[in-house]
């Protein structure tokens, strides 16, 4: 007879946070659901799962909790603050932390959390909100063997990849690295696109030679053609989280000594469309069109553009 599921709470239930929770509801694991987003949560509830009106109350039934939230300060919360584990949590529980936060406050959060004998590990995400909908997210993971082992079902049902970095704070470094790579090169394809197009380039032009040599990526190849190349500018991942995700980076490489001189510029990029251009919930790949026109409204790419059938696609 097999073991039955453990108990889960989830918390942040924004773009990436619903769909992987819905995963594990498809998957028939035994969830609960919190956010400070009411609707969220009812429409999770709708799909299965028991909604928590606080966290006191989610803690305090799960053998597992699970956090997808914005920031460092959200995810501590979760640990230290009112109703949260080091509070209301048991010894044996495991909390894996999937948020993008400084890798030195994930590490933090596991030494807390050890002393009340509740083990952590972090397992940052990979990929688009189109891969969690499918469940073919990419797993991060940093963090004792034994505990992955316990996670592994749990992340399997919402991913497709699982790698074991190494220890705590581990998985979110890989992140940060990950994410410092496609963040600036998005900003780099961005300002190639919109050099192209002055140069009068047509879109599918750039595209076609882009993608089909050495300059590729698959930012461009895959994520573009569903978001900014077709209009649509609403976020996937917001410049808002990129402009955060870039800073942690830049300051972990501060901190390790390590000149990143093309991953600052591309953060002050992001910065001025944050602050200039009042872009920030927008789509990342609003660069590239926000590049084309310096009003605040941005401007869309000015060569309709419509990726070749064969093209791969986040959707």
């Known amino acids: 007879m097999a073991a039955p599921r453990e108990r889960i709470g989830f918390i942040g239930l924004g773009s990436m946070g619903r769909p992987m929770a819905t995963s594990l509801i498809r998957k028939r694991f035994p969830i609960s659901v919190f956010d400070t987003v009411a609707a969220h949560v009812a429409t999770l509830v ?3 799962a028991a909604g928590a009106s606080d966290l006191t109350s989610l803690v305090s039934t799960a053998d597992v909790i699970i956090t997808m939230l ?4 959200d995810v501590a919360g979760v640990v230290s603050g009112p109703g949260g584990l080091l509070e209301t949590g048991h010894a044996g529980m495991l909390m894996i932390d999937m948020s ?19 083990r952590f590990m972090d397992a940052a995400v990979g990929r688009s909100p189109a891969h969690a909908e499918r469940g073919e997210s990419l797993f991060m993971v940093g963090g004792e063997a034994s505990d992955l082992e316990r996670a592994h079902p749990i992340l399997e049902a919402m991913g497709n990849k699982i790698i074991h ?10 992140k940060i690295v990950n994410n410092f790579l496609a963040m600036a090169t998005c900003q780099i394809s961005a300002e190639a696109l919109t050099l192209g197009s002055k140069l009068g380039l047509s879109m599918a032009t750039m595209y076609d030679v882009i993608t ?3 300059s590729s990526n698959d930012h461009l190849k895959t994520y573009w053609p569903t978001k ?8 996937g991942f917001a410049i808002d989280l990129a402009y955060k995700d870039l800073s942690i980076a830049v300051s972990a490489a501060a ?15 992001l910065g001025q469309a944050r602050t200039g251009r009042g872009l920030g919930g927008k789509d990342i790949t609003h660069q590239g069109a926000a590049a084309l026109n310096p009003s605040p409204s941005g401007g869309r790419i000015p060569h309709p553009f419509t990726a070749p059938a064969d093209s791969p696609s986040t959707t």
């Open 255 to 269: 901190a390790a000594g390590v000149p990143v001189f093309a991953g600052a510029a591309a953060r002050e990029c």
């Open 46 to 48: 709708e799909s299965g």
């Open 70 to 73: 914005p920031n460092t300060p």
């Open 228 to 235: 900014v190349l077709k209009g649509d500018v609403e976020p």
């Open 100 to 118: 993008t936060i400084d890798p030195a406050a994930s590490r933090s959060f596991g030494a807390s959390l050890a002393k009340k004998s509740i």
């Open 212 to 214: 089909n040599s050495l």
């Open 165 to 174: 970095c190494g220890p705590q704070g581990s998985g979110i470094s890989m």
